[in-house]
Structures are given as structure tokens and as C-alpha cells.
């Protein structure tokens, strides 16, 4: 398999078992592929379904039909939707990232135990690495303060940030961004760009969904834009 990723005609149906099992699209009709360290941005109007695609790839839902087949480093090509639940923990801890502004985190482990659990899980020791986890939350303009504190009640940007330095930590074959510039000013935007870089020339791919759209192009390779049930692969001018 030459590509990384090769997502054939995928589809989310949400079932709402509060509405006497009324049925809402969450995507459908999504065909794609990326390869070994493309970025690809995803475009769309609220509502669209960008989220929901992110989400299946990273398997938070479980898609209703289609393939998404990845080329695992562990498992070699691997079909996303039909992988056990073990197969899919395996590979969010060593292969695919996801970074949102939402919590992807323990309950109860402090912020810098988080990048730091995630240095020792790639292989570093003891100081060296509480060093390396505290570079990293300042590099990522995490305040000094919050440190030690529980990320549950962090601000949005706040959560962001810690993804962000826990997801450059583990440099992932594949990182999934979901708004990974939303509540964050200028000067953070663009060290949250330097690390896209330093990802991508490591060989990293990554999938992410932009509302700014001049900061998009300025760092990926391919743009899709999903309106109106169709997604369609933008071609550059
Ligand atoms: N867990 C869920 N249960 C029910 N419906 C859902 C769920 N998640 C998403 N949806 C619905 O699926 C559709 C697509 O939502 P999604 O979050 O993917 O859109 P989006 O393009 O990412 O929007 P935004 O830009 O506002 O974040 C929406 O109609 C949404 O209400």
C-alpha cells in the first residue's frame, strides 16, 4: 500500500434514541486519500461534517459503512471501521494523534504529568524528561501557574495548548487537528505552525480542520471542502 490513508466512501449516522430513533447524517460519501506526509485541510460551513469525519478516522465514532484503511507501522494495512478496540488503543498510543480543544486526558493527572507520561511512553528517563516536558508547555505558551493543576477546568485554548505539546511529544505518523488554531492569539498561532513543520519534515502526515483559512494555506498540501453532501478536493490556482 503506497498511500498512508484511503478512506472509500465512509458514512456516520447518528440513531437519537431520545427522538423515537430519529436518524441525522452526521457524513456520508466521503472518498479520499493522503499520503506518507501530506497534510490535508478539511473546509466546510458549521454543521457540514468535518468533525464527524476526524472523529470515525480517530474511531471516537464508530462509522456506519465504508473503509478507511490505514497502513500501520504494527498491523500493516488495516481497515479503521472493522479493527478491534485493541487494535484501534494500540494505535492512538503509538501511530494516530488527535488534538482538539476538548480534553483527551486522564481525569486527575496534572497538566505537566501529561506531556511527561507521554516522554517516558517514547522511551526518555527520570530529570531529563521532566525538563524536556516543562520545554515543551513553554514552547507551547502554557502559563507556569497551571502546571500542576487538574487540565479538566482549563480554558479552551489552555486544553489546546497541552494537546499540543503532548501530540509534538509523541510525533505521530498521523496527526488528526480539529481547529488547532481556534482561541489562540497570533504570537501562539504561529508556534503552533512551527510545529507543524517540525512534524511534517519528521515525516509526520496530518488531517485538519481550519476556520481560518488564510492560516490553513499557508501549511498544507492538499484542501477538500465538504458542502452539500459532496466532498470535493479544492484545486489550487
Ligand atoms: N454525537 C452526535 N450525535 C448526534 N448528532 C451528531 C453527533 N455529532 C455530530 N452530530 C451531527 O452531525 C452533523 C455534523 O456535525 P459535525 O460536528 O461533524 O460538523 P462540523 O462540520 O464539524 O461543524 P462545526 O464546524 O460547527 O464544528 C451535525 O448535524 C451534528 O449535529
Redesign the pocket.
Known sequence: MKELIMVDNLE?T?T?HHSQGKQ????KDISFSINHGEFMGIT????????????SLYRT?KPTSGRMVYNSTQFGPIDLVSASDREILSIRKNEIGYVSQFLNVMPRVTAIDVVLEAIIEMGSDGVKAREQAKDMLAHFKLPETLWDSFPRTFSGGEKLRLNLAQAMVKRPKLLLL??PTASLDQKSKEAVKDMMIELKQGGTSMIG?F?DLEFMETVVDVEYH?ADGQFKKVEKV
Do not use: M, P, Q, V
Request: net charge positive; hydrophobic share 30%; glycine share 16%.
Open positions: 456516520k447518528f437519537l441525522i447524517t452526521g457524513c466546510g460551513k458549521s454543521g457540514a461534517g468535518k468533525s464527524t469525519i476526524l472523529k465514532y480539529d481547529e480542520i476556520h465538504l
